[in-house]
């Protein structure tokens, strides 16, 4: 794999700090973003996401539904699958089980997942030119979720590729692969702040927004480039599910948490 060699992953600021010092933290680095093109010339791609569970003598303690899983989660398994560019052959994937230390707060999820995400990162022999994360990136309350914080902190081309809304409504999407519509703020007097793709033929959009040196024209480009058939692009649907297998092999007692 050719790319920029993985020796180090930058850690720009701490990451056990309060929600209130988190929201500063990515109201200040949001003047790093960059939201024109700036990319290299693009060989590897990959997709990133975590899956979070509850293990240990808390996890026997406590029976927990679906819906407070990620509230109550203790360990982040981060996941990254690599893939050749254009050919889209997977080339590597890595996973990492990490504690958890931030706590789950909407809107704040990048300071919950980046950490663990550094982790297996540096397991990677050189880090890939483009980054698709399962999650925002500009169309966040502050203009900055996960992609965007990731890129940055990276210096990387990043791009959010997010199964739902967080912020933002749109028009009318003809369900047809390729067809797309601005994602808007309305209270923000109607600013485009991502798009609402349709990947397939009949299913319901992603959402795509910029991560960080890529345009909103360019993330909607290659995130079709990355799509095979499926709603979810390849690269974050195979990181999904790959974070889904180590999830389901530790709670099996098949995998040690080290």
């Not at 999820?109 to 483009?130: G, H, M, N, T, Y």
């Not at 698709?132 to 081309?157: I, K, T």
């Not at 199964?163 to 703020?185: E, N, P, V």
């Not at 709603?231 to 948490?257: N, V, Y």
Request: glycine share 8%; net charge positive; hydrophobic share 40%.
């Amino acid at each position: 794999m050719k790319g920029m060699e993985n020796k180090s992953i930058a850690r720009r600021h701490p990451w056990n700090v309060s929600p209130k010092e988190a929201r500063w933290i990515q109201e200040n680095l949001r003047e790093l973003w960059e939201r024109k093109d700036r990319l290299a010339e693009i060989r590897t791609v990959a997709g990133l996401d975590a899956a979070f569970v509850l293990t240990g003598s808390q996890a026997i303690s406590k029976q927990i539904g679906t819906w407070n899983q990620r509230r109550e989660a203790n360990r982040a398994i981060a996941s990254v699958v690599v893939f050749q560019f254009p050919e889209m052959e997977e080339v590597a994937r890595e996973f990492a089980i990490v504690p958890l230390e931030f706590p789950y707060v909407p809107g704040l999820l990048s300071f919950r997942e980046i950490p663990a995400l550094f982790v297996v990162l540096k397991k990677l022999k050189r880090l890939p030119d483009l980054l698709f994360c399962d999650g925002q990136g500009y169309a966040h309350p502050r203009r900055f979720g996960l992609a965007s914080h990731l890129g940055v902190l990276l210096d990387r081309p990043s791009i959010g590729c997010a199964k739902s809304i967080l912020i933002g409504t749109h028009g009318r999407l003809k369900a047809k692969a390729g067809s797309w519509t601005a994602l808007k703020d309305e209270k923000a007097g109607g600013e485009r702040i991502g798009a609402a793709l349709c990947t397939r033929d009949g299913v319901q959009p992603i959402y795509v927004s910029q991560g960080h040196r890529v345009s909103l024209k360019t993330a909607i480009r290659l995130t079709l480039q990355v799509t095979d058939g499926f709603r979810i692009p390849r690269p974050t649907r195979m990181a999904d599910r790959f974070a889904a297998e180590i999830k389901r092999k530790l709670l099996a007692g098949e995998l040690s948490e080290k």
